[in-house]
């Protein structure tokens, strides 16, 4: 099995990209070890501390957002980084060459349960030039990624990667701490009788989306003539990894529970490294009226709502839509 640097490295991709990415993951497989060891490590439940988009923070929340910070600080790779986690954007070293936007733990309410969760990372260059300390540097949209990916670790880790040249797996060898690629190039089917979405907050939905699940749940004896299964991880790494690997459409709508809140999903480092993550599958990623990675961003913490999945069954969703 193949190791992950000389695989990007035949697809071209800048040494110093592979480098920062080979940083990211080296967060990751500490990570990894740290989620495994569960209760032993005293990191499970919560902090008394809130995140500035008011979220209860996890201590391994905290933790895991250090470790990334820390390591991708030190290593010099980095103009500036975006976290879930973080307040502002921090600046990093000013002659370098890219950014990177991540959820250093997607999913976290899964900690204490034990089961999935997952870091998402986003990276696109900065601007030549710019001040590692400008926040502007990250309003740019999903379709400058140079590269996406998450790391879920479940019963085993996995990597999902893109540099644009396709969606890939890697899988970590615990014994040698080594990303082997398990897939090269993941695809999408482009039908599906699965879908994702928290049914309990059915009653705020918009009308486009009340309707369209209303029909998926009609089954065989509704307008799609055939019965659909429904999951929910509650974390979007686990559900996007599950649509990856045999399809399926996941949505976090917009909806009315919170006027303050109509989308919960945040467009730098969950929305865009999923969509790319999912077009370079052969998949759709849409809020509904407009690709994701199209979105002009004007706030790093900035919300979307989120479609993707199944080429054909995102289209019969967005068709609700129109
Ligand atoms: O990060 C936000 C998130 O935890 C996603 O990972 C997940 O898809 C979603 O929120 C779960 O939402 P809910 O709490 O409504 O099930
Ligand atoms: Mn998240």
Redesign the pocket.
């Known amino acids: 099995m193949r190791r992950l640097p000389p695989v990007l490295l035949e697809d071209g991709c800048p040494r110093e990209l592979i480098s920062l990415i080979r940083t990211v993951l080296a967060a990751c497989k500490e990570i990894s070890f740290r989620v495994g060891q569960g209760a032993l490590s005293g990191v499970l439940g919560s902090t008394l501390d809130e995140n500035i988009q008011g979220e209860t923070q996890k201590k391994l929340d905290v933790l895991t957002n250090q470790l990334l910070k820390d390591i991708l600080l030190e290593s010099g790779y980095v103009k500036a980084i975006a976290s ?1 986690e973080e307040d502002f954007t921090v600046a990093g070293n000013p002659d370098a060459k890219y950014i990177v936007a991540f ?1 250093p733990l ?5 900690t204490d349960i034990n089961s999935l969760v997952g870091t998402i990372f986003s990276i696109m260059a900065a601007p030549d030039g710019a001040d590692p300390a400008d926040p502007s540097i990250f309003m740019q949209p999903g379709k400058n990624q140079v590269a996406a990916g998450y790391v879920l670790y479940g019963p085993s880790t996995v990597l999902a990667l893109t540099t644009g040249k396709g969606t890939r797996f890697f899988t970590l060898d615990k014994t040698h701490g080594t990303f082997l690629l398990t897939e090269d190039f993941a695809k999408v089917p482009e039908d599906t009788s699965e879908f ?1 979405i ?1 049914a ?2 059915q009653r705020h939905w918009q009308p486009a989306m009340q309707n369209y699940i209303n029909d998926l749940i009609a089954g065989d004896t509704g307008p799609r003539g055939r019965n659909f299964n429904m999951r ?8 996007v990894h599950r649509v990856l690997c045999r399809g399926g459409i ?1 949505t ?1 709508p917009t909806d009315t529970k919170d006027p303050n809140k109509p989308n ?3 467009l730098l480092y ?1 929305a865009n490294p999923m969509a790319m993550l999912i077009e370079q599958a052969g998949g759709i990623a849409s809020t509904g009226t407009e690709r994701i990675m199209d979105i002009q961003p004007d706030a790093i913490h900035q919300r979307v709502a989120v479609i993707l999945g199944s080429k054909n069954e995102v289209e019969t969703c967005l068709n609700y839509h129109k």
């Open positions: 879930e959820d997607d999913g976290s309410s899964n994702a928290n309990s907050n929910w991880i509650a974390a979007m790494v686990g559900d996941f976090y919960k999903l945040r969950e």
